[in-house]
């Protein structure tokens, strides 16, 4: 590496301020896998879990009408949270798999401690999901006799 900052051998032009190695690796290969179009950014404002929710549910309804595919979400990990839980990341996986159950998520998976990789499901899907049986498990009260 020469002190202009341009290796000689491969001509790799070192940017001042970019991060550099395994964990500017991965967003850099993150950045061509999803785009910025296909990531949600969740750590960047900092919500309250229910505004967490609100954005990624709305967020992730637009991307399954654009037939995204899959996208990302990034959480954060919560390490300067109370004791070290993301509020903000629990409430996602808990919104993940209403929306699986709604037909809007196919699956979801963990990319990294603090972010999700969300393969959304076809638009079809939204149809095709069960109906809410909410209140119908529990038994009609008995009849009292005449």
Known sequence: MTESGVCPRFRIMRRPGKQVGLKGLRQAFDEVRFGAQRTLNLRETLPTAAGATARAEAWLRQQQVDQAGEVLIITGRGNKSDD???????????????????GVVKGHEEHTPGSFVVV???VSALWESPARNRGRGVAPPPRTPP
């Open 120 to 122: 959304l499901a076809d």
């Open 84 to 102: 070290g839980v993301s509020v903000v990341r629990e409430a996602v996986i808990r919104l993940l798999h209403t929306l699986k159950r709604r």
